[in-house]
């Protein structure tokens, strides 16, 4: 499914790129990513790419090692971004409106008896809870989990994708994402009606996490309006898809701000960034 999607992102990138006359060429990652980068010793790397190693920094890490500039945020931010449980916490310290949380790694239950306070989390966060890995795309893991005799098959399946768990409050809503480029929020994606206050304050919500991660380029922050109206925040992502049917590329059409003209801007930040030491 990542690769599918990093495919078609990467032909949509390259004809842009292509419209806007830049010579572009496609790289496949592979496991000789870095030989391919010094061969073809590009200027900017446009990352397509989508699944743990783009989104996690890998790939930000092996571009900032060789001195390519690169259109996504620093290697650095995308692993805070990455890393639920570190970026609940992050969200929470600095006062952003978050869902109530709490984590563990498989060692805790393994080795420290963790088992014995999930009553206590259970009351706390109070079902529905979503069980998710601490690390992960595409839901991978996550389960919703209605009563305590769910939850020991639900930690099972999130310890097989990562060491740790998030186990999240549920929270009843609309699904709210709006999209971030160069520090700018654009129109917020939203199957039901948003008030203009809503609006303002999904934007800023967005602007906020954007700042707070320490974000450049571009990035999609997802949030939900809960039955009581409030807006809090659930994630960040670093690397969004910019698929024709994206919500990236939808808030992007919803701002008037054109496909090209996005490409053309990505491109042209990265080309002036310093790159990390």
């Given at each position: 499914m990542e690769r599918q999607i990093s495919l078609r992102c990467g032909a949509r990138v390259e004809a842009a790129l292509e419209r806007l006359g830049h010579e572009a060429v496609t790289i496949d990652v592979r496991?000789?990513?870095?030989?391919?980068?010094?061969?073809?010793?590009?200027?900017?790397?446009?990352?397509?790419?989508?699944?743990?190693?783009?989104?996690?920094?890998?790939?930000?890490e092996l571009l900032e090692v060789l001195g390519i500039a690169h259109t996504a945020s620093s290697a650095a931010v995308c692993a805070r971004c990455w890393d639920k449980v570190l970026a609940k916490h992050l969200m929470r310290d600095a006062g952003l409106p978050t869902p109530d949380f709490h984590s563990f790694s498989e060692a805790a239950f393994r080795e420290l008896g963790a088992a014995e306070a999930l009553p206590v989390i259970e009351e706390r966060l109070s079902f529905p809870i979503i069980v998710k890995p601490a690390r992960g795309g595409l839901a991978l893991g996550m389960k919703f989990v209605s009563s305590a005799t769910q939850m020991p098959g639900a930690?099972?399946?999130?310890?097989?994708?990562?060491?740790?768990v998030?186990?999240?409050?549920?929270?009843?809503?609309?699904?709210?994402?709006v999209s971030v480029v160069d520090g700018e929020p654009l129109p917020p994606f939203c199957h039901a009606t948003l008030s203009p206050a809503d609006v303002t304050r999904a934007q800023q919500l967005a602007v906020e996490a954007w700042t707070l991660f320490g974000c450049r380029g571009y990035a999609r922050i997802d949030l939900m309006r809960t039955v009581e109206g409030e807006l809090t925040v659930l994630e960040v992502?670093?690397?969004?898809s910019l698929a024709e049917d994206s919500r990236m590329s939808e808030a992007a059409e919803a701002g008037d701000l054109a496909f090209d003209v996005?490409?053309?801007?990505?491109?042209?930040?990265?080309?002036?960034?310093?790159?990390?030491a």
């Open positions: 496991g000789d990513l870095v030989r391919q980068l010094r061969t073809v010793d590009p200027e900017v790397a446009f990352i397509a790419l989508h699944g743990r190693e783009a989104e996690d920094g890998t790939v930000q930690l099972v399946a999130a310890f097989t994708y990562d060491r740790r998030l186990l999240e409050r549920h929270v009843t809503g609309d699904d709210v994402v992502t670093c690397v969004p996005l490409v053309d801007r990505l491109v042209e930040r990265a080309a002036r960034s310093t790159i990390p």
